[in-house]
């Protein structure tokens, strides 16, 4: 059972260049969001997902594109990096019907610098 | 809207000493608490949490109790070693009308040494 697997591990991109992450998992959850880490702030929501199909918006989404085809992935595009989007990316995905109680499981974290 | 505030570190002890780690939340209804963990290099696992008001939530030798009259979610330990060495987040779930998110503080790291 692999739980959340993302891809790259690390990645430099210089500024204007697009770029996608890879995110999946193996455990049916409907539930799929990606996260940023930057030091001092915490972890903020950049997009979610309830289901293949349906996606929205989370805290902090500007710069940032997402779709969900499959229960499995849930890639995060980058359509024009910027020096700002340097950060650390978690993916993360639980089940839907557990509600606000249930427990999320996330990736091991992709490490991206915009130079 | 939601928000969670945890005591800045790191903090450092020594092995066998006593931890606490403060949480304080706002929530405008009744969210669940959790804590996480994140050692070096790899992502969050969940440590423990509490869904309602008085629920203690253990694992490993953690512990915190929902306190709603203090908003309060501290993590305590009473024997730390080594290996508990980690960046430790405190977050809060809520189901709300933009969906259901988890909010973070900023985490606290621990260091723990011989």
């Known amino acids: 059972n692999a739980g959340v697997t993302q891809t790259p591990k690390f990645q430099v991109l210089k500024t204007g260049q697009s770029m996608t992450l890879q995110c999946a998992q193996d455990m049916n959850h409907e539930y799929m969001s990606w996260y940023r880490q930057d030091p001092g702030m915490g972890l903020r929501l950049i997009h979610y997902?309830?289901?293949?199909?349906?996606?929205d918006q989370g805290e902090v989404p500007n710069g940032y594109n997402v779709s969900r085809s499959t229960t499995e992935d849930f890639p995060l595009r980058l359509l024009s990096a910027a020096p700002s989007q340097t950060s650390v990316y978690f993916c993360?995905?639980?089940?839907?019907?557990?509600?606000?109680?249930?427990?999320?499981?996330f990736g091991p974290g992709t490490r991206l610098t915009v130079l | 809207g939601n928000s969670v505030t945890q005591m800045e570190g790191p903090v450092t002890l020594s092995e066998e000493a006593f931890l606490t780690i403060n949480c304080t939340y706002t929530a405008t209804g009744y969210p669940s608490l959790f804590w996480y963990v994140q050692y070096p290099g790899e992502g969050l696992q969940l440590l423990l949490k509490a869904t309602k008001a008085d629920d203690k939530g253990s694992n490993k030798g953690f512990e915190a109790t929902y306190r709603k009259e203090t908003t309060s979610f501290h993590l305590e330990k009473g024997s730390v070693q080594v290996s508990d060495s980690a960046v430790y987040f405190c977050?809060?779930?809520?189901?709300?009308?933009?969906?259901?998110?988890?909010?973070f503080g900023t985490g606290t790291q621990l260091k723990v040494e011989l």
């Open positions: 997902s309830v289901g293949a199909g349906i996606t």
């Open positions: 977050a809060l779930s809520e189901l709300t009308g933009g969906g259901n998110k988890l909010t």
């Open positions: 993360a995905s639980r089940r839907l019907a557990g509600g606000r109680t249930d427990t999320q499981y």
